[in-house]
């Protein structure tokens, strides 16, 4: 059974930073993408920032520049270090991982920015 255990959310002031972080543990084989997603109240699940298998990546507008994804691929790990952080940021983030025949999603964890 897959498992997807995210930590590093909380509470932040603006212009501050977070760095998120989501291990996969189980039967585990060919991870072709790791991304990150957030979620606000009465709003879609958006895609904040994802990396592929062979290290490429891609963001959402609202956080080029200033968000980066990496991964430990020894550790099944990936990472969101989330810097000048505003307001708007504030969202349940969510890790996905897309493999051959399916997705799976970690639990959630909240970040808020302070103004």
């Known amino acids: 059974q897959v498992q997807l255990v995210l930590s590093g959310g909380g509470l932040v002031q603006a212009g501050g930073s977070l760095r998120l972080s989501c291990a996969a543990s189980?039967?585990?084989?060919?991870?072709?993408?790791m991304s990150w997603y957030r979620q606000v109240p009465g709003k879609q699940r958006e895609l904040v920032a994802a990396?592929?298998?062979?290290?490429?990546?891609n963001y959402a507008d609202s956080v080029k520049g200033r968000f980066t994804i990496s991964r430990d691929k020894a550790k099944n790990t990936a990472y969101l270090q989330m810097n000048s952080l505003k307001p708007e940021d504030t969202a349940v983030y969510y890790c996905?991982?897309?493999?051959?025949?399916?997705?799976?999603w970690g639990q959630g964890t909240q970040v808020t920015v302070s103004s």
């Open positions: 996905n991982m897309r493999v051959i025949g399916g997705d799976y």
């Open positions: 189980g039967s585990i084989f060919s991870i072709l993408a």
């Open positions: 990396i592929r298998s062979a290290g490429s990546t």
